[in-house]
């Protein structure tokens, strides 16, 4: 079984920086895919981002992309989402999420992941 506690959420003005973090922990934690998601009130679980442990290689939807950045500290067990230049629109709840790996699973879609965060609000004000 994997775990995930997100930290790193809060009230930021437009224009600023966060940084989110998810620790994992478990046996197999290492061998998911780790996905960013975000769910803002009233709307669908939306697609941030990607990165896998074994390489750190990344993927972004297309609205965050050149301003939002994932990478992973193995020794930490711990992933980031590093948001900068950040706008009030992408308010929301963010998590974090393991997918067991497989080549013919989507990692865009939320409904094929495994595990998830507990979340983190994230808050940006004009």
């Known amino acids: 079984q994997v775990q995930l506690v997100e930290s790193g959420g809060g009230l930021v003005q437009a224009g600023g920086s966060l940084r989110l973090s998810c620790f994992a922990s478990?046996?197999?934690?290492?061998?998911?895919?780790m996905g960013w998601f975000r769910q803002a009130p009233g709307k669908e679980r939306e697609f941030v981002g990607t990165v896998t442990w074994n390489n750190g290689r990344t993927a972004y939807a297309d609205s965050v992309k050149g301003r939002f950045t994932s990478y992973r500290d193995f020794a930490k067990k711990t992933v980031y989402l590093q948001m900068n230049n950040l706008k009030p629109a992408v308010t929301a709840v963010y998590y974090c999420?393991?997918?067991?790996?497989?080549?013919?699973?989507?990692?865009?879609?939320?409904?094929?992941?495994?595990?998830w965060g507990q979340g983190t609000q994230v808050t940006v004000s004009s």
């Open positions: 478990g046996r197999t934690f290492s061998t998911l895919i």
């Open positions: 999420a393991g997918q067991r790996q497989n080549p013919n699973k989507s990692t865009m879609r939320s409904d094929l992941y495994d595990y």
